[in-house]
């Protein structure tokens, strides 16, 4: 399975301590040359990135949909679209929602971390015991936003409704 991903999937897996869940998933993972640089913009996700031997980065070089693209999108999404139409990705993971629209206008088949949910998937094979304190961690110290009507579905979906 050839699984791609953008900046911030990542960077919110590091800053709650589950980056592995990518790994328990899908095995591997590919980010383009933009992400590694946007990643190692933080010293610590930097030495996590290049200690982590399941995850390799892929220059992306500039075609008709790289040239589409980068008035449109952060480099970072631009590259991890066209790596994933590059390398005939089976998913990419991308959360914010104007990449998300424009991968899937290019029939890229896409997951946010909560739909991994990667949490919510994760759960259900078994890899974390509860999704609500890994995204309450990332709502109250990492300013992630998520709507209280997402958050209440997952919830209800993890069969964690109080």
Request: net charge negative.
């Amino acid at each position: 399975m050839i699984v791609i991903s953008d900046t911030t999937t990542i960077t919110n897996l590091i800053h709650v301590n589950q980056l592995a869940i990518v790994k328990k998933l899908y095995g591997r993972l590919l980010i383009p040359g933009a992400v590694y640089e946007e990643l190692s913009l933080l010293p610590k996700q930097k030495r996590i990135i290049d200690e982590t031997e399941w995850i390799t980065t892929v220059e992306v070089f500039e075609n008709d949909a790289y040239n589409e693209l980068k008035n449109i999108l952060d480099i970072g999404e631009v590259e991890a679209i066209v790596l994933s139409l590059n390398e005939s990705a089976d998913l990419l993971i991308i959360d914010e929602l104007e990449g998300r629209r424009v991968a899937q206008k290019f029939g890229v088949r896409i997951i946010g971390l909560l739909g991994i949910l990667l949490l919510l998937l994760a759960k259900r094979k078994g890899f974390i015991d509860a999704v609500r304190p890994i995204i309450d961690s990332l709502m109250n110290d990492f300013n992630f936003r998520i709507s209280p009507k997402l958050f209440k579905h997952i919830l209800i979906q993890a069969n964690e409704v109080v």
